[in-house]
């Protein structure tokens, strides 16, 4: 599940010879030695735990506190909250398709607002300039 919604997928059968899925294979020998149970001691706290299953879940969940992750959108990097408000939140965000029907002319598009040469974007964006509608500053 994520965000409360569930999610189905495949996993294509090349993914049980790999290297990753026998490192976590090898996880289950593991859970022989929590038959009986294991406990972590954190000073005077006491976590119990059936299964090492359990303890892993515990141990990432308890890492991540106090961290926050950042993404960087367009070329400024914004911080955890602003994220959130402007694209991760499901509830707000949008998410448009875009179909591209000239690739030459993107091609050009892009080169020319991506690319190296200054002047091309410059006069790209004075020849432009008053024609925006919605601008993300």
Do not use: C, H
């Not at 001691?41 to 141990?59: H, R, V, W």
């Not at 602003?82 to 991760?88: A, F, I, N, P, Y």
């Not at 398709?97 to 002319?105: C, G, K, N, P």
């Amino acid at each position: 599940q994520s965000n409360g919604r569930s999610l189905t997928g495949r996993i294509p059968t090349t993914f049980f010879k790999s290297k990753e899925y026998q490192n976590i294979k090898s996880y289950q020998d593991l859970e022989k030695y929590f038959k009986g149970g294991a406990a972590i001691n954190e000073g005077d706290k006491q976590t119990e735990y059936k299964t090492l299953s359990d303890g892993l879940s515990d141990l990432i969940k308890n890492s991540k506190k106090g961290q926050s992750i950042q993404r960087y959108k367009g070329l400024g990097e914004m911080n955890p909250g602003q994220l959130w408000d402007t694209t991760l939140d499901p509830e707000t965000r949008s998410l448009i398709q875009v179909r591209i029907e000239d690739e030459i002319e993107a091609d050009l598009t892009f080169a020319t607002l991506m690319g190296e040469e200054v002047l091309p974007r410059r006069q790209f964006i004075e020849e432009n300039a008053l024609n925006v509608t919605n601008l993300d500053v």
